[in-house]
């Protein structure tokens, strides 16, 4: 009998550990989850698009120029070269985790990856197409129509088909299992002592107030320049442009911290190409307090304990244009 | 005594066969025979390589940005965009099979494709880097420190080894079993009739004394316009560029017919977007032959024939730049 309750016991806590794998340590960050693919067939389209430049006027800029998925989701420029080589505005977020954000752009504009897709497709700064021109152009290519109509069960597909499937592509774009998970799994080896140490002083000294949650940011705007003001000549309002409130000039979504490693340069402007300087400079402009050398090395240490596993991407062959393709016009 | 004969001479039929199955019909087009990849750390080091927009001044442009891999090994526009979007001079073959053409660009000046591979990095109408800056660049990677040393067994490597890991990569870029190749080797039902009456067509009218071949083109340097001459305003002398003799003006590489649905617009100047109107060109200038709506179809049905298998790229995640990498300047 002591026997079978000790077994029964040993069970359940089996079960108990097995259940909450993903929280053994109390910590306000949580591991990140595989993407479950449930439509394929979606996906797989999306990928197509994602990757395909006859969305752009030019025919040679596609999503993966500037959210480039060898490079961390992101093109490691200060900011981003579009139509006619015109400099971006601001410096181009990871597509990587994206899907856990609670709003896109560094102004939060949009609401979803859905609506975000939509964004750089028009924008005569970007990839300076027209929605309606997107849709003639993949409208008259026969595969993706076959596509589309397998997928929406409609050949006379439109933007919205377009966006949804690019951002369904993309919320399988997660990188789980970094070092820094594994650890929150449970796993005492996963991290250096150094890691360990500069997730504590990450955590102590009030980094994690604004990098939490599972994508460590991307859960609310902060003011960049808090305690000293930021210096730039970048002329991004941040969140203001959206509210029209002057008290959210300077304030910009909080950038996830996973993959950090990949996706210099950093800040909304770039303007910083190294962790040990971005680094340095948070502790400095938002929590009042000048990190030694130690210190630093220690949360750039814990910072590259977030890269995860890359999404393994098998590049999409793109179906080839039709006769009466409307065809690209990089120079006028 | 018989029954052995037999044996034998059936054993003789069969390696006869399994020989030469490769040209079980006497053509003169051969069937493309699989990459067999002997270094594959030397592929992959390849591939990052070419994938990798660090070798260019901007960290924008890499050999994949005019050589899509989605897209036929070509970025189907007319002339490739370069540094600053400069316009490029000359429409960007197909990097696909490329390593079966007798030498590289439309002017043949390059004899190899690790030659070939040095020249749009240094090309300031390209991607306007340096053959020793991209050298700082990579040489700054520890992981592409520690890759070339597996690879090539030094740390100091330079351009040398950086082309040739390129044209390593891009060897393994053949394109097999497309419907003609079955046919070749012996498949009956490969190829519709229309397809079939297209090749016949194809040879009969003297195509094939300049696309013939494993690639179907390479072999060879021919005046464009050869009845009746050639109107561009391209001003691209051919092969004369490299020889300094007037009898070459106007004479270009013939280029590899294989992937040709894929790898539009076409001819060296890219002027032209629909195969029925490059085939009816060609018929005219170069054979000096109207081809019937009908011919001129099933020639057309017989080069979607030539589209093969093509690579499946699993996207290299690349190394991130070291903190003292030096940086792109996309802008000046």
Known sequence: MLSFRLSAALLVMGM??????????NE???????????????????????????LSKSGFISCNSCHNLSMGGSDNLKTSIGDRWQEGPINSPT????????????????????????????????????????????RSIPQYVAEFNAVYGKEDFG???????????????????????????????????QQLAGYQLFKNSGCVACHNGVNLGGTSFQKMGLIEPYQTTNPAEGRAAVTGKDADRFSFKVPTLRNVEL??????????????????????????????DEENAQIVAFLKSLTGKQPEITLPIL????????????FD
């Open 263 to 292: 996706t210099y340069p950093y800040f909304h402007d770039g303007a910083v190409d190294t962790l040990t300087e971005a680094v340095d400079i948070m502790g400095r402009l938002q929590l009042g307090r000048h990190f030694t």
């Open 28 to 54: 306000p960050v949580q591991p990140i989850t595989p993407a479950e693919i449930t439509d394929p067939a979606k996906v797989e389209l999306g990928k197509k698009l994602f990757f395909d430049p006859r």
């Open 159 to 193: 933007i919205d088909e377009i966006t949804d499937a690019i951002a369904v592509f993309e919320e399988t774009l997660v990188t789980p299992d970094a070092p820094f998970d594994l650890w929150l799994k449970g796993d005492d080896n996963a991290l250096t002592e």
């Open 95 to 138: 597509v990587l985790n994206s899907s856990l954000n609670m709003a896109q752009f560094w102004d939060g504009r949009a609401g979803t990856l859905k609506e975000q897709a939509g964004g750089p497709i028009a924008n005569p700064k970007e990839m300076a197409f027209t929605h309606e021109l997107a849709v003639e152009v993949l």
């Open 319 to 330: 179906p080839p244009s039709h006769d009466n393709t409307p065809r690209p016009v990089p």
């Open 16 to 25: 108990a550990f097995g259940a909450s794998a993903a929280s053994v340590r």
